[in-house]
């Protein structure tokens, strides 16, 4: 009788590798398709931000409000989108060199960091009329300069303020241009709060630029979030929401892309965001909140993990668990086929 378990044993192996090829493959699609960035708020540390922007990072994008990015973060792996915060800024002779200074991976501009909101609070104080004269005159152009940007309406609190603000805004820029009024590419949205006021918010914006807006015949225009945070609430609630909001978020076509804020240790947050929203811990682990956003042990990521040349054993310990995952994987797969 001839003896077929060896066969039978290179074909499991085979079946195996193959599995493991493909979900590889479904983890690298993932990463591409993703819709996250992150908003960073200045943390020095080297570590933290080689996470962040490492090779098997599930985030695409990021942004610091500014025109330029941090010297403190390599983007070779992520997409930054330039901000121009304030009317200063937008009539300045050196916007426009900034901006082309940028890598050809950048195409998205925002504008108007919430000028519905105070300097103080980080808001850019901009009465509706003087954004749409300076958006129609400084910020409109760049979409038909040589890299044809793709241009974001100013980026409003979460709140009735905000949306009447968007209203007067739109209508001082058909006083300007009756027909054109002040053209956009897709819209910036920004949200502290629970889940249920997230998605609220998120469904107000699409009707007001897609449902009751002057837009027919025309693409629908996605929105980005570009700040998102549960504030002043402990570690277990902001986890609680990030675990709603992802998926939602994932899942909602009209949603481009969403950041975080922000990309800081815990002790480094403002005193009104609170340390529930911090991706690190002070000794530059990811939090439990951090390993979520980052997309969790199936991308890679687990809690209490550092970055290049901090916590080997943790990452090593991570790269262990995705060789197992993927072995597991592998094993289910074999044994369907």
């Known amino acids: ?18 599995a493991i090829a493909f979900s590889t493959v479904i983890l690298q699609t993932l990463a591409q398709d993703s819709k996250r960035g992150f908003a960073y708020v200045g ?3 080297e570590a933290d931000n080689n996470l962040l922007t490492s090779s098997k990072t599930p985030l695409k994008w990021y942004y610091n409000w500014a025109p330029s990015p941090p010297s403190q973060v390599p983007s070779t792996n992520l997409e930054f989108a330039p901000l121009i915060h304030g009317l200063d800024e937008a009539s300045s002779d050196s916007i426009s060199q900034q901006l082309s200074n940028l890598p050809d991976s950048s195409t998205h501009l925002l504008a108007f960091n919430e000028p519905d909101g105070t300097t103080e609070s980080g808001g850019s104080s901009i009465s509706p009329e003087d954004a749409a004269k300076s958006y129609i ?8 300069e040589n890299r044809k940007w793709k241009i974001s309406h100013p980026s409003v609190t979460g709140s009735e303020n ?22 956009t590419d897709f819209v910036a949205a920004h949200w502290y709060g629970a889940f249920d ?8 914006l699409d009707e007001f630029y897609n449902t009751n807006g002057s837009r027919e015949g025309e693409e629908r225009l996605k929105i980005w979030v570009t700040e998102l945070a549960l504030p002043q609430a402990d ?8 675990n709603l909001t ?21 002790g480094d947050a403002n005193e009104w965001t609170g340390d529930g929203v911090a991706l690190f811990g002070d ?33 090593l310990q991570v790269e262990w668990q995705l060789m197992l995952l993927l072995s597991l994987t592998a094993l289910w797969f074999s044994n369907y086929w």
């Open 197 to 204: 006021g997230l998605a609220s918010w998120l469904g107000t």
């Open 162 to 183: 905000g949306l009447e603000w968007l209203r007067k805004f739109n209508e001082s820029c058909y006083d300007i241009d009756e027909k054109n009024g002040c053209p």
């Open 137 to 144: 005159d400084h910020i409109a152009p760049f979409r038909s």
């Open 235 to 242: 570690a277990e609630a902001t986890v609680q929401m990030m």
């Open 43 to 45: 943390d020095a540390h």
């Open 246 to 266: 992802l998926p939602y978020l994932d899942g909602l076509e009209y949603v481009e892309r969403y950041a975080w804020f922000g990309a800081f240790r815990e």
């Open 1 to 18: 009788m001839k003896n077929h378990s060896r066969p039978g044993r290179n074909r499991v192996t085979c079946k195996a590798f193959t």
């Open 283 to 315: 000794d530059g682990g990811l939090t439990e909140l951090g390993a979520l956003y980052m997309g969790g042990e199936q991308q890679g990521f687990i809690q209490g993990q550092k970055g290049e040349g901090q916590g080997a054993g943790n990452q």
